[in-house]
């Protein structure tokens, strides 16, 4: 079984509508992060976790919140979803202590039409 | 601000080619330096690192050497296999920046059998 997994990997919605995406590990790691990723642009960090009530705004965090349930749980929601918003979404793990080597899902393609 | 230039794709390779991807980075402080991997459909995973000037990472026929003098990670293989064709990140983290990890823009690598 994968170690992090993400929910859903491929959604099409509609500008406006509100999305959730998830992520879950096994890991056992307590930071956890969210990115996107755009053609040419690299990864860009959205949000990240240390632990369940330690939350920090990323590079491009406008536009995006989250919530962490668990120490195994981390979403990302679109509040208000809009085009330029199309793009992969990755979710990450890391071990305190060891925070460079990240481990990833498979991430989710998000398309707002 | 800390950031970090790769060579843009895509790479186009026979099998059995000698493979260099270029990185160089700008940073604050003293960083450790990282490649990660991203095969098609999956997420990143942690190709090797180098965390000290003239250390050599090393993994899967892979290799890289810190180089403080020049400011660069470059990525190398002697030999590239069709299996190797993926999207290769270069990637730095310091403390300046609250270990975070700063990402290249991603190097597309085809190999051709």
């Known amino acids: 079984d994968a170690d992090v997994t993400q929910t859903p990997r491929n959604r099409i919605t509609k500008t406006g509508k509100r999305i959730m995406l998830e992520c879950s590990q096994t890991?056992?790691?307590?930071?956890m992060y969210w990115y996107r990723q755009d053609p040419g642009l690299g990864l860009r960090l959205i949000y990240y976790s240390f632990d369940v009530k330690d939350i920090n705004k990323g590079e491009i965090s406008d536009g995006y919140s989250v919530s962490r349930q668990a120490q195994a749980k981390f979403s990302l929601s679109l509040e208000s979803a809009i085009p330029n918003q199309t793009a992969l979404y990755f979710c990450?793990?890391?071990?305190?202590?060891?925070?460079?080597?990240?481990?990833f899902g498979p991430g989710t393609r998000l398309t707002v039409l | 601000g800390d950031s970090v230039t790769q060579m843009e794709g895509p790479v186009t390779l026979s099998e059995e080619a000698f493979l260099t991807i270029n990185c160089t980075y700008t940073a604050t402080g003293y960083p450790s330096l990282f490649w990660y991997v991203q095969y098609p459909g999956e997420g990143l995973q942690l190709l090797l690192k180098a965390t000290k000037a003239d250390d050599k990472g090393s993994n899967k026929g892979f290799e890289a050497t810190y180089r403080k003098e020049t400011t660069s990670f470059h990525l190398e293989k002697g030999s590239v296999q069709v299996s190797d064709s993926a999207v290769y990140f270069c990637a730095l983290s310091e403390r300046d920046s609250n270990y975070q990890l700063i990402w290249g823009a991603g190097t597309k690598l085809i190999i051709k059998p």
């Open positions: 890991k056992g790691h307590d930071r």
């Open positions: 990450a793990t890391a071990r305190r202590g060891n925070t460079d080597t990240q481990y």
